[in-house]
């Protein structure tokens, strides 16, 4: 089993900037992928970014200039810096873990509760 908190949420003027964080813990090895999703109200739940144990990452194209994922490894914990917030980016966002490096949510068997990411003038 793993467990994943996320943290770092709130609501923010847009241009504003958030760092959400992901803390895992339990039997971490069997879950080397951690990914962000996000899910907009009204729309199914999307990818936003993933990482891998090789240190490989990936962001969605519409978003690489603003969002970027990292991961530290010692802590156990997994970031979303997100820069220059736009309207569109409201949503609850996901922390996932899973043994595929993969843009499938239901590759992921392990979710964190969700942290809600508001931007708004």
């Known amino acids: 089993q793993v467990q994943l908190v996320e943290s770092g949420g709130g609501s923010v003027q847009p241009g504003g900037s958030l760092k959400l964080s992901c803390v895992a813990t339990?039997?971490?090895?069997?879950?080397?992928?951690m990914s962000w999703f996000r899910q907009i109200p009204g729309k199914e739940r999307e990818g936003v970014a993933l990482?891998?144990?090789?240190?490989?990452?990936s962001i969605v194209d519409s978003l690489k200039d603003r969002f970027t994922i990292s991961k530290d490894s010692a802590k156990n914990t997994l970031y979303l810096q997100m820069n220059n917030l736009k309207p569109e980016d409201t949503a609850i966002y996901y922390c996932?873990?899973?043994?595929?490096?993969?843009?499938?949510?239901?590759?992921?068997?392990?979710w964190g509760q969700g942290t809600q990411v508001t931007v708004s003038s």
């Open positions: 996932a873990a899973g043994p595929q490096f993969s843009w499938s949510s239901a590759s992921y068997p392990y």
């Open positions: 339990g039997d971490i090895k069997t879950t080397p992928s």
């Open positions: 990482s891998n144990g090789d240190r490989a990452t």
